[in-house]
């Protein structure tokens, strides 16, 4: 895998969209992925935690792989697929499995979650995981998720296995930890945000992009937010105030449609728009209320209506 290409910029976890009876509404998934790529997604996350993954079944899985692989077959865009679990013999049993993909760039694989082995078990787990996957892994740091803290240190070590590529940081903040890793991390290691309202400050700190639930909406915003950083626009008078209130912008997106359990506010928004046939979510997931949907659509609303004014740096009022 060409290791730091396909990790730079948004990269969407998709959700599996419901039929009004339950099943995967399959189409809606094609479509939604073809019109994430359009509007600017530079590539796309299968059975990500934005899919109900936890909710699907063994072959409910294999159709949405096989649907999201074709669509990135069929747009020359990068796949990466989760993958893994806190069992370390069952996570190399289904990233061996990937094999089965050949668009699948990369395995988003989880710090094993609720065992807390602690820094050098999880180093001891991808060591394993890194040395027979058929792809390099993206390594999802979520500590209040999964109960395992892992200091900058350790995160270094794991990125300097070979065979991993990345990690999905999201740790709830940005801390000094944050800084000392991003001031020193390993050679193309990519640093993808995880906590979509912590975007803007880690693209900031030399983040490559973001796995972000969030670009469901705005997709083309947070495409240009990435590109802005990317492209050192940020540096520029003018460019930064761009470039910070974007960031804002896009931050009060993202807190609207997390006001729920993800993906639920976001389910509803796309659900309004017509893009999916239900906001149907599977249970311990109740659906979002209608009052966190439309807050989110107002946001939405106001970030695509009024455009921007590089000159002034500002948006219309
Ligand atoms: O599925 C994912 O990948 C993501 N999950 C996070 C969550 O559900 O909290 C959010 C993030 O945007 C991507």
Redesign the pocket.
Known sequence: MEISAPARGVHI?LITPFTGTGEIALDALERLAHELLDEGAAGL?AL????EVATLTAEEKQSVVDVVAGVCRERDAPLIV?AGSNDTAASREALAALRKVPEAVAA?TLVPHFTRPGEAGVIAHFTELAADSPVPLVI?H?PYRTGQELGAETLRKLGALPGVVGV?Y?TGAISASTADLMADPPDGFAVLA?D?VLLSPLLAMGAHGG????AHLATARFAELVRLWHAGDAAHEGGTAHARDLGHRLAALSAALFAEP??TVIKGVLHTQGRIPSPAVRLPLLPAGSESVSAALRVLDSLTREPYHPTSGGYEK
């Open positions: 976890p996350v990500g935690t934005t899919a989760g988003l999802y979520v999905k999201a995880g979509d796995i972000l639930a969030s993800n993906p």
